[in-house]
């Protein structure tokens, strides 16, 4: 007992040393325990998250602009690039000839006429396709506008504001593009014995032949009092029909076929009505005095 008693001390420090060691064991198992439960580990959460996660920035920013660079997504140097380059139409440029255009008449069928001043000359004349002024050929007549052929290179020349005469015609005529009729004097008539009658009028071909003969007679315009009054003879080919039927030089064309002539578009009327008939009526003023001169179709169609 007495040796209970000395070492009780110990004892105590003992017990406490080998209850505390018990408690910190028993703590570390509970701990591990309750983690081993309750913890989710980071691995598991990592992997179920990732693929969905990762899988969206699988491309890097960098390179996604790249690729959309690369591909042009936005189009954007196209479209700035059609915005910078128009196209430009290309055109005959205008004449440096020294002429005026007074006016066009062009028919839906083709016929088509020109009336010209030059200046030089101090006259106004009507022209066709295929006639010559200064030193150009017309190869086309359209409305407000004529395209000259020149040294190799086509010209335009446009219709000004200043002309008095402008006249876009509406006459319906078929094809080809003609010159007007001008022809004047006694009433008489003119026919070319034993010639073949070909075809009168309605035929294209006939009418060709018909433009191109009454393309010879140089008709200019003639005013009264500022206003167009008809279209003068300028020249009357040697062996024509119209010679043959007394015309002159000089001649004052104002009807044809009964249909009054004053202007161009009254003329491209007349001469469309001409294609189509059989006969070819002029009434002319000489020296002050109206004459008819009756000129059959069959004998202009039969003269070369």
């Given amino acids: 007992m007495e040796l209970l008693r000395q070492n009780i001390g110990r004892i105590l420090v003992a017990s406490m040393f080998v209850s505390l060691a018990g408690i910190l064991f028993f703590g570390l198992n509970l701990a591990k325990t309750l983690q081993t439960k309750t913890y989710v580990p980071p691995a598991t959460l990592s992997s179920e998250s990732s693929g969905k996660v990762l899988e969206l920035p699988s491309l890097k920013p960098k390179e996604q602009y790249e690729l959309i660079a690369r591909r042009n997504i936005f189009s954007l140097g196209e479209s700035t690039k059609k915005a910078a380059v128009p196209e430009t139409p290309k055109g005959p440029v205008e004449t440096p000839l020294n002429l005026k255009l007074k006016g066009t008449a062009v028919s839906p069928g083709g016929l088509a006429l020109a009336m010209i001043e030059d200046p030089s000359q101090r006259r106004e004349d009507l022209y066709i396709v295929g006639d010559k002024i200064q030193d150009a050929q017309i190869i086309r007549i359209l409305p407000n ?66 433009q191109t003969l009454m393309a010879k007679l140089r008709l200019r315009p003639h005013f009264a009092e500022g206003k167009p009054s008809g279209f003068v003879v300028g020249e009357v080919p040697q062996g024509s029909v119209f010679q043959a039927a007394g015309l002159k030089v000089g001649d004052i064309v104002v009807g044809i076929n009964d249909e009054e002539v004053r202007t161009p578009n009254q003329l491209l009327k007349a001469y469309k009505e001409v294609s189509q008939a059989g006969e070819l009526w002029l009434e002319v003023l000489r020296d002050g005095q109206e004459e008819t001169i009756e000129v059959e179709v069959e004998a202009i169609l039969s003269q070369k």
Wanted: glycine share 12%.
């Fill in 145 to 210: 506008q004529v395209i000259l052929q020149r040294s190799g290179r086509e010209e335009s020349l446009s219709l000004f504001a200043e002309g008095s005469s402008k006249a876009v015609g509406k006459p319906p005529q078929p094809s080809q593009q003609a010159q007007p009729p001008r022809p004047a004097g006694p009433t008489s008539q003119a026919k070319l014995p034993g010639a073949p009658s070909p075809e009168p009028s309605s035929g294209r071909g006939g009418q060709q032949t018909v």
